[in-house]
Nanobody
Framework: VQLQASGGGLVQVGGSLRLSCAAT????????MGWFRQAPGKEREFVAA????????SYADSVKGRFTISRDNAKNTVYLQMNILKPEDTAVYYC?????????????????WGQGTLVTVSS
């Protein structure tokens, strides 16, 4: 599967952005999808994940209550709605996919990665 992330940009503190990740292929619903982020000088970190079919989601503590992951299997797309953005949310955001297994916060467990989209939160 190939992934294409989009939707990043510059936003002020407290603002919102919605990221999208479009996937190719006909078995999108078979993939657990995740969002990760990497800030300058820091390691890549888990943000959120959602299973292929159903509602189960997982979030990093730092984004709980502010970010929401969702997916539209008919459109082969996963979304990350980001609200109440903070300067520490500034990072390159990556979408990732893992086949036929549940959610994971470990980046190495995801087989496929998008190219990343930059989110900058200004204070």
């Amino acid at each position: 599967v190939q992934l294409q992330a989009s939707g990043g940009g510059l936003v002020q503190v407290g603002g919102s952005l919605r990221l999208s990740c479009a996937a190719t292929g006909r078995t999108f619903a078979s993939y657990t999808m995740g969002w990760f982020r990497q800030a300058p000088g820091k390691e890549r970190e888990f943000v959120a994940a959602i299973i292929g079919v159903g509602a189960y989601q997982s979030y990093a503590d730092s984004v709980k209550g502010r970010f929401t992951i969702s997916r539209d299997n008919a459109k082969n797309t996963v979304y990350l709605q980001m609200n109440i953005l903070k300067p520490e949310d500034t990072a390159v955001y990556y979408c990732a996919a893992r086949f036929l297994v549940g959610v994971s916060s470990t980046a190495a467990s995801y087989e496929y990665w998008g190219q990343g989209t930059l989110v900058t939160v200004s204070s």
